[in-house]
């Protein structure tokens, strides 16, 4: 194998692809890349058998062929060339020589059939759809995913298609996020997919927010996402995620208006002095005004009284500060709309704005 | 290629029969004594599941994608669980990640296999945080438990696998199989490794039959008086395996055989006479203690970081005594 490539473009598919490569592997070749020539030029592949993120690279190659390079170490040395310098890659057997002016590296290589890559997927459900919409479908839950617990299916995010759009759900059993967006998906059943936890923040990373069209596809096993440049490809978890529809609140007669950016700041605030552990805040409703009580274990205490359009009843309710900060983080728009039934029920927090985003919040007992 | 050792085919054709009917179990316990090729078999029967185009007798065929993946030690779905190098143990953090990654999609569509051996080296805690996964794997998950001490696990363990023994094959076959390998002394190497013949093969390899002769040897000496136990238990403990111990053991138990009258079962055969002068210098009971004693020692050298000097100090003190205690 030989080509001949500018720094430059060499240089950002490494960067979008070396996310994946672990410092430490138990695997010596998945700290590799797999390089392998094509009729257009290079592809880069890195893995850690979870996530696979495949660049393509269009260039002149002098000779085909495919082996696997140490990525970090091809990474720096590429990284620490003058800029525009050209790098003249060559492979024989067991060693890659790399050439640059009056730069030579040796570096040592590993079969590409000890690489494990994801063959073309099976059983697949294509659709395209614009990058910066996925972007912000991930972006407006992603945070409600669950961290190692041993519900194993809540840690990932949940993705819905059916007729009308596209869906995405996360929950860690305390709080519940949903976004919906609507597309053209072609499909006649609706169909969930968990992408694992470590898939979602990857994808995350690789998103653009422009209108450039990404092609999902769904197989059976795994969640492919190609963008213009970079082919992503995660596992997915092996699960059935819980019934989401039964968690929403239903017959909330507490309805509060207000405006998003007040009633954060308020509780930002306010969440200064709430118990570090447990985040807990009380929330104390009258007609017109919401009053924010917190206090910790050094019997500190904040209080906040913030104008709103309530005209319920009195309510007394306690939540976790940093869910309901999140929520209201991840919501679009100006306006943000709570709904509330009794103080032993969750809470609904959306607005009618643009990608229709749900929030739901446990109150806490205090 | 793994090997399929002839007297595991029973085995083999009964694990395949399963698989085909699609009755296979999530948890398979493989158990039977050290050196009769338990872990080859676990890692060639998961290679032939996993295989893309298994031969006709169902092995794997050793050049497809998946094959090479998996003799490279990359295959995605096999998963394989050792204790860290230079450590004992499995911990429960290595059981936390093989949990995380079977519950997960299988990446070629087929069979997600994880091995474990030995599973004995778990401990509590990795073995308890296990549980759960071993009871009710995603589907299409296999989970291949191998020990040579069944006892070691714990019964939660043990009742969430389907157990597979795997004895010790006939002297027959185990002689057949080991004169293919060009080792001479066949029967007396089967005998030495308790019928086991990839233990006998290994036997065969190394210098221990020669230096059997010489730890014999220096346990008489030291009995007569010739050699200090505190300078032989210096020489003894840089044997990073313990065989001297080990053989000592061996002895004991071949030395009680005889007193007892059963010169047919002895390992030893070849050591036969000067093992009948040692034993008539020592009681029943004493021989009874000391191989307890051996045994006990062994079994902390293997599980825990002793100091090997003292231990080992300790038995040749006994051992030097106990003969002469009898003569006073």
Known sequence: MKFKIQREAFLKPLQQIIGVVERRQTLPVLGNILVQTTDQGLTLTATDLEVELVAQVGLEISAGGETTLPARKLLDICRTLPEEAWLEVQVDQERATLRSGKSRFTLATLPASDFPVIDELKSVQAFKFPQRDLKELIERTHFSMAQQDVRYYLNGLMLELDKKGIRSVATDGHRLAMCEMAAKTGVSDSQQVIVPRKGVQELLRLLEGDETEVEIQLGSNHIRVSTPNIRFTSKLIDGRFPDYNRVMPKGGDKQIQTDRGFLRQALARTSILSNEKYRGIRLSLDKNILKIQAHNPEQEEAEEELEIQYNGDTLEIGFNVTYLLDALGALPGDDVRILLSDANSSCLIENGGRGHCKYVVMPMRL | ?328
């Open chain 2, 1 to 328: 290629m793994n090997p399929i050792y002839p007297w595991q085919a029973e085995q083999w054709a009964q694990l395949h029969s399963r698989v085909d009917a699609g009755r296979l179990a999530h948890g398979l316990l493989l158990t039977g004594p050290a050196g009769v090729g338990k872990r080859d078999f676990a890692n060639a029967f998961a290679r032939s599941v996993l295989c893309r185009q298994p031969t006709v007798d169902q092995k794997a065929c050793g050049r497809c994608e998946a094959c090479l993946l998996m003799q490279a030690g990359t295959h995605p779905d096999l998963l394989n669980l050792n204790p860290p190098e230079d450590k004992t143990q499995i911990v429960i953090d290595q059981v936390r990640e093989l949990c995380r990654s079977l519950v997960m999609k299988s990446h070629a569509g087929g069979y997600k296999i994880a091995i474990i051996v030995p599973a004995d080296q778990m401990n509590s805690a990795a073995a308890n945080s296990l549980l759960k996964t071993l009871e009710e794997p995603t589907d299409n998950t296999l989970l291949i438990l191998v020990t040579e001490r069944p006892a070691r696990l714990s019964a939660t363990i043990r009742s969430r696998c389907q157990q597979l023994r795997f004895p010790s094959p006939s002297t027959e076959q185990g002689s057949d199989w080991l004169s293919q390998h060009d080792v001479s002394d066949a029967a007396l190497l089967l005998r030495l490794a308790d019928g086991a013949p990839l233990l006998a093969l290994c036997l065969a390899q190394e210098d221990t039959l020669t230096r059997r002769h010489d730890w014999l040897n220096e346990l008489m000496k030291l009995r007569s008086g010739q050699l200090d136990p505190v300078r032989l238990a210096t020489e003894w403990s840089s044997d990073a395996l313990m065989r001297p111990l080990y053989w000592m053991g061996s002895y004991l138990m071949d030395m009680i055989r005889l007193t007892s009258g059963q010169v047919e079962s002895i390992n030893n055969i070849d050591l036969n006479d000067r093992l009948q002068v040692i034993a008539d210098l020592y009681s029943p009971q004493e021989l009874h203690y000391l191989l307890d004693h051996v045994w006990q020692n062994m079994r902390q050298a293997q599980q825990s970081s002793v100091n090997r000097q003292l231990l080992l100090e300790e038995i040749l003190i006994e051992w030097s005594r106990a003969g002469l205690r009898r003569r006073a």
